[in-house]
């Protein structure tokens, strides 16, 4: 088995433009080819960049693994590599890495069978998915209206914002203030150290009648905290984008969430995700899956066919952005509010290089950061 890594940049641009327009081009794509057909998957690399640090797991461990050992099926796959990484901690950049892959070998196990992606996961549904626009951090007032009035027109119910925990009320208002019927969502990506000043936001924010908050607490993964928040919050409390291992899931769920938010591209793949749906639906917790709502459609695309199967994923994040239309043979279609997506997503190979990776640090301004770092 072969396996060739692609470091990639594919531009986000949104109109109106975006402040994370420099720090969302960072891509990283694997095709996996045997003898007979090929397959591709995506890595969502961490906002910083740190592209080298899922190449280096890729060419140090998977490549010469994969080179040598005769696993084909993606579960094996990915539990094997597992194995051998789990003392450099099976998360963040080691999952991540290990996504990619088993998530390829789906796609070439799909077309060497000669069948939709769908057949080999227990079958389709459904033939669409409800999706929702995921708004970057935009500079201004009038660019998040902008942004909420054209999501609307295109189909959208319900918008998710990006902005800083000390703005985002007056973004709220604003758009509440135009448009009273969109369902509005909060991502605040885990600003508040304490639970006193997260119990104040909700506080504060609760009348303008919000679908769910998403990360208020730092860290993300301080299950007692977040049980604390879910006992007072009148509004829904969503994560799990985080969030790796089976038993950390369970500790989420178990902390009163109301959306659980897995990300096919950072959790280990497809069998992974549907580990997690199982776990989900064994604890009655809705299912959000989180896709970065960037330029880039290969993750989101299994996320999407996984919807087709599994109709307890309620909604997927989506962006604003268009996708490069010169770097798929097929792209998702996207209608009323819904997708139907493309099948077994295969890259144009020869079209990689016109997206040559550009590297240099990126911040994502998430959480409170806007405040500690200057920039420039
Ligand atoms: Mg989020």
Redesign the pocket.
Known sequence: MKVKPFSLSIPFNTNPPSDWKDTWDVQLYVKVEDEEDYGWGETLVAGSGIINSYLSIINDIVIPVLSKVELTEPTDVRTILEKILFSAGNCGVVSGAISAVEMALWGLKARKSNVELTRLIGGKVRDSVKVYA?FPRFGKIDYIIIATRKSIERGFDLV?L?QSPSSVIDAVKAIRGNYKEVKIAI???SPFDNLDKAKEFVDKVHKYEIEWV??PLWPPNDYDLLSKLTEFSPIPI?AG?NEYSLYGFKKMIESGITYL?PDIAKIGGVSKFLEILDLASKHKVRVLP?DRPDASPLSLIYTLNLGLVKSQIEMV?YTIADFPNDLFYSLPKFKDGYIYPSENPEVIEENIEKYGYKNRLRILHFSDLESKLTRK
Do not use: R, T, V
């Open positions: 995921s998710k990006h991502d605040l990506n998403e990360e969503a984008e938010q989180h994040e």
